[in-house]
Nanobody, 119 residues
Framework: QVQLVESGGGLVQAGGSLRLSCAASASIFRFDAMGWYRQVPGKQRELVASMTSTGFTNYADSVKGRFTISRDIPKNTVFLQMNSLKPEDTAVYYC?????????????WGQGTQATVSS
């Protein structure tokens, strides 16, 4: 069973930065893609950023130019650098990994890390 462990959340003032980390218990090349989602109470979980195994990245419009997803392959870790943070970025951030094997899709989630941006 694959485990994803997030860290790096916290409280920061608007305009500040946070760097989230997601450590995987398996080689990140096993996954078709890894990404970061976020969720606030009463709303659906939404995609923030993702990266395929080939390095292609995708960002939500609301974070383009402010957030950057990256990875450290030898350490099986994916990062989310969040700059110029806004109060509306406050959410629980979840690491995600998915792969398709033999026609079946497997999706893994971390436990989440809270990021709070004060105004």
């Amino acid at each position: 069973q694959v485990q994803l462990v997030e860290s790096g959340g916290g409280l920061v003032q608007a305009g500040g930065s946070l760097r989230l980390s997601c450590a995987a218990s398996a080689s990140i090349f096993r996954f078709d893609a890894m990404g970061w989602y976020r969720q606030v109470p009463g709303k659906q979980r939404e995609l923030v950023a993702s990266m395929t195994s080939t390095g292609f990245t995708n960002y939500a419009d609301s974070v383009k130019g402010r957030f950057t997803i990256s990875r450290d392959i030898p350490k099986n870790t994916v990062f989310l650098q969040m700059n110029s943070l806004k109060p509306e970025d406050t959410a629980v951030y979840y690491c995600n990994a998915d792969k398709t094997v033999g026609g079946g899709r497997y999706v893994y989630w971390g436990q989440g890390t809270q990021a709070t941006v004060s105004s």
